[in-house]
Nanobody
């Protein structure tokens, strides 16, 4: 059974940092695209970042220069380092995996999802 489990969320002041982790199990994810999405209250889920099997990355314009996605294929884990956090980054953050190998930005392109982790940034 495929499972993605996020961790690392929490409450942080504006300007602070958090690192999210997403551990995958159930199969080998080294060839999958792994991504992060987020959903703020009353808003649709949006793309944050994604990384493919050889380390190529995409980041949403709203997080470029502040967030960095990375992965450790030996651990089947993807990370999201979030620096210079802003109150508008407050959301539930979800990790996702797509077996097709090409980075996509739409949530319905991803087959597997974690349960989400809350990130709250106070002013």
């Amino acid at each position: 059974q495929v499972k993605l489990v996020e961790s690392g969320g929490g409450l942080v002041q504006a300007g602070g940092s958090l690192r999210l982790s997403c551990a995958a199990s159930g199969r080998t994810f080294s060839t999958y695209v792994q991504g992060w999405f987020r959903q703020a209250p009353g808003k649709e889920r949006e793309f944050v970042a994604a990384i493919n099997w050889n380390g190529f990355t995409r980041h949403a314009d709203s997080v470029k220069g502040r967030f960095t996605i990375s992965r450790d294929n030996a651990k089947d884990t993807v990370y999201l380092q979030m620096n210079s956090l802003k109150p508008e980054d407050t959301a539930v953050y979800y990790c996702a995996a797509d077996p097709r190998g090409v980075i996509k930005l739409r949530e319905y392109d991803y087959d597997y999802w974690g349960q989400g982790t809350q990130v709250t940034v106070s002013p």
